[in-house]
């Protein structure tokens, strides 16, 4: 009985290795999903405190009471709550999403994560703000303030931020088509015996060699747009200097495009 | 004529139906040993377990398996290596298509930037 019951729990030991092989999600996609789900469930809140608020104003415009007045101002405020906590998911989510791009200048990138960190803390400090407050006039003053002082660095590094991603997509697949390019070129070019075929293959990588290029003039273009940022005085808009580096950028994405279809039709032409 | 004697008398011979004499009690049951009965369930218990891991292991395999066209094996070495670095140039197209500028995953939420108690009429 003794030996069955040992080469039961050896048995059992030996299925351990296979459980503790199962490789462990990434934690730094993990946490960017988590919180992305927590901007989608603190919109979803937010679009319900809306709904009331719009019911409660529509109460008061009608019977103007003192009770409708009071209602009027408590679904404001956890409507205006519920508004910063949407803003602040949204750059919790965005702030780990740039964080883990790559193919972007570090000191724009740690230049926007302070901008999120920054505009982060003023959402809170608004939140705290709305928890104290009770009555109509405080409410409309710091509705008031957080719009003229709160919603301007919001738009500024969420912006930012979206022009980064954009500039570190490309970045990242102009520096992959290099070095695909690169390696098909000394996996089989060099290789190639076949000298007409040889030199048909290597004019191919010119072509895509010269995509290349078009793609890092557009995307330095893009990275000249994003330092309008820098210089833009407090009346520009933030979103119009983001859709100057995504159409600066345009032009990279077409050419990153056919520059990877060269590489398909090369790769196809030399088997 | 005895036949007919016996009709008449039918009644008066009618048995006494009785219940069946109950079960003597047994003053000795068969005996199952303590430790065979053990050992039966012991055996049970273990073909169950070698039965249940067997399976969660072969569950857990299955979706490890490699994708069929990286099993296959090609003849020549060179088919292989192209046809990994035409996989890795599909990934490459992917990889750019998912990077249009403009389409950016996260636009600012749609809220309402301004909030205020008047209605608008």
């Given amino acids: 009985m003794f030996k069955t019951l040992t080469a039961l729990v050896l048995f059992t030991l030996s299925f351990i ?16 999903t988590k919180l992305n789900n927590d901007y989608f469930y603190q919109l979803e809140q937010y679009r319900q405190t809306h709904d009331q608020f719009i019911l409660d104003r529509g109460e008061h415009t009608k019977f103007g009471t003192l009770a409708t007045g009071e209602k009027l101002v408590a679904s404001a405020r956890a409507f205006a709550s519920a508004r910063a906590r949407v803003l ?33 803390a003023g959402l809170a400090a608004h939140q705290q703000a709305l928890a104290a407050i009770a009555e109509r006039a ?4 710091e509705l008031s303030r957080f719009e003229t002082f709160d919603l301007p660095p919001f738009f500024a590094a969420s912006y930012q931020s979206l022009s980064l991603l954009a500039i570190g997509r490309i970045q990242g697949s102009a520096d992959q088509l290099l070095v695909e390019s690169r390696n098909f070129e000394s996996q089989v070019v060099t290789l190639e015996e076949n000298e ?23 995307i ?29 950028l345009d032009p990279a994405y077409t050419a990153l495009q056919q520059g990877v279809a060269y590489l398909i039709e090369l790769e196809k032409t030399s088997q | ?16 139906l009785q219940a069946p004499p109950a079960p003597a009690p047994s003053s000795s049951p068969l005996p199952v040993q303590p430790s065979h009965k053990k050992r039966n369930l012991l055996i049970g218990l273990c073909l169950v377990t070698t039965l249940l891991l067997g399976l969660t292991f072969f569950i857990n395999q299955s979706p490890q398996r490699e994708p069929l066209n990286s099993v296959l094996k090609f003849d020549t070495k060179t088919t292989s290596r192209q046809t990994e670095l035409g996989q890795r140039f599909q990934t490459l197209k992917t990889q750019i298509t998912d990077s249009d500028p403009t389409k950016q995953g996260l636009a600012p939420p749609p809220v309402d930037y301004q909030i205020t108690l008047i209605e608008d009429r």
């Avoid at chain 1, 290795?17 to 960017?32: C, D, R």
């Avoid at chain 1, 780990?96 to 505009?119: E, N, R, Y």
């Fill in chain 2, 1 to 16: 004529m005895n036949q007919d004697s016996d009709q008449t008398t039918f009644t008066a011979h009618q048995e006494v």
């Fill in chain 1, 196 to 218: 007409a075929k040889k030199a048909s293959l290597s004019r191919g990588l010119k072509e895509i060699a010269l995509k290349l290029q078009d793609a890092t003039t557009s």
């Fill in chain 1, 220 to 248: 330095a273009a893009a990275r000249a747009d994003f330092a309008e940022y820098n210089s833009a005085k407090q009346s520009d808009d933030p979103e119009d200097i983001h859709g100057h580096v995504i159409k600066a």
């Fill in chain 1, 17 to 32: 290795p296979v459980v503790l092989a199962q490789e462990p999600a990434s934690s730094s996609a993990t946490s960017t």
């Fill in chain 1, 138 to 141: 405080p409410l409309e003053v």
């Fill in chain 1, 88 to 120: 602040s998911a949204y750059l919790f989510a965005l702030r780990a999403t740039l964080d883990q791009t790559q193919g972007v200048d570090i000191g724009d990138k740690q230049s926007v994560l302070t901008m999120i960190d920054q505009s982060a």
